[in-house]
């Protein structure tokens, strides 16, 4: 298979999961409380890429800068932003979610100009943001109207989380290039467990848990492909693609939430997501489309 051929595999596959990783969430949390469902989740997710490492004979860094870009991805990709966004989703449904999450590309530009100086924001792009911003707007515009101070919370976590974990994407594009996908993966991710396991201990009440057939659904599933295949594809992507064109995928996870939430969960849908949904695949494309031929053409991403 050819680079430019897994790239747009590889990125197909991440908004798909994650996509559909909003309802997996919400169902998840019917039963378990937060932080014991996502310790778990990494808890089954470590375990799976621990096999991988020894089946493949991984090389582990003894270097300083991996483990601080360890400590780094730990509290920036997985433990803080997934505990904000797993606590808010008890507050807000789970299309709105992956909605208010959709900033993330924003963050990612932002900071990319930043400290990233070869992947700035063109005008290109702004362009593209705006109109995926604006199409994520239109297709909740009426979940804003009535929102209260609980769901406000639950929806400036989930943003927070965004901002987060955009951080987390900048620190991986400027310091993880070299360093294979499931290592960047696993350590981070064992940390992650340790740590919430010892937050849910403390102060979560295990008195109604009820691990039925829903809930280890979806907890399987949240493991095996929305933590393990996607963030392993995640990582590698991150070392051919520029982290603004990454980071686009969130604009298409809101779109396959939306179906996925009323398809499966019942949640309600008006017409007006159509022309969202059409608004944000228009901006993902004057987004994306020029910026993938440039890399293509210059054959960037060869590691």
Same mark, same amino acid.
């Given at each position: 298979m050819s680079l430019r051929l897994k790239i747009y595999s590889g990125f197909c596959i991440i908004c798909f999961f994650w996509g559909s990783s909003w309802a997996a969430v919400k169902l998840g949390l019917? &039963? @378990?409380p937060p932080f014991l469902s996502l310790g778990i989740r990494f808890f089954i997710a470590s %375990? %799976? +890429?621990? #096999? @991988? %490492? #020894?089946?493949?004979?991984l090389h582990v860094p003894t270097d300083k800068n991996f483990w601080k870009l360890v400590l780094i991805l730990c509290s920036t990709s997985f433990t803080i932003p997934f505990v904000l966004i797993y606590w808010a989703q008890i507050q807000v449904n789970s299309g709105l979610a992956s909605v +208010? =999450? *959709? &900033? =993330?590309? #924003?963050?990612? *530009? %932002?900071? !990319?100009? =930043?400290f990233l100086p070869n992947e700035g924001i063109t005008s290109q792009r702004v362009v593209g943001i705006v109109l995926g911003f604006v199409g994520v707007v239109v297709i909740f515009k009426n979940a804003f109207s009535d @929102? !209260? !101070?609980v769901t406000f919370l639950g929806m400036s976590a989930i943003i927070i989380g965004a901002i987060i974990q955009a951080f987390g994407l900048i620190a991986l594009r400027h310091f993880g290039k070299q360093i294979h996908p499931v290592m960047l993966n696993f350590w981070p991710m064992l +940390? !992650? &467990?340790?740590i919430l396991f010892a937050f849910s201990f403390g102060t979560e009440d295990y008195s109604a848990v009820l691990f039925d057939m829903k809930a280890v659904g979806s907890l399987v599933y949240l493991s095996i492909f929305c933590t393990v295949v996607t963030f392993v594809i995640y990582f590698w992507l991150i070392k051919h693609i520029e982290a603004v064109i990454l980071s686009l995928s969130a604009f298409i996870t809101p779109v396959i939430a939306v179906f996925i939430a009323?398809?499966?969960?019942g949640e309600g849908f008006t017409s007006t997501a159509y022309i969202g949904s059409t608004i944000v695949l228009i901006g993902v494309a004057i987004a994306i489309i020029g910026d993938l031929l440039a890399v293509f053409r210059r054959k960037i991403g060869k590691t």
């Open positions: 019917e &039963t @378990v %375990i %799976i +890429l621990g #096999l @991988v %490492i #020894l089946v493949k004979r +208010l =999450f *959709a &900033t =993330f590309p #924003l963050w990612v *530009a %932002i900071l !990319s100009h =930043f @929102v !209260s !101070s +940390l !992650s &467990t340790v009323v398809i499966m969960m």
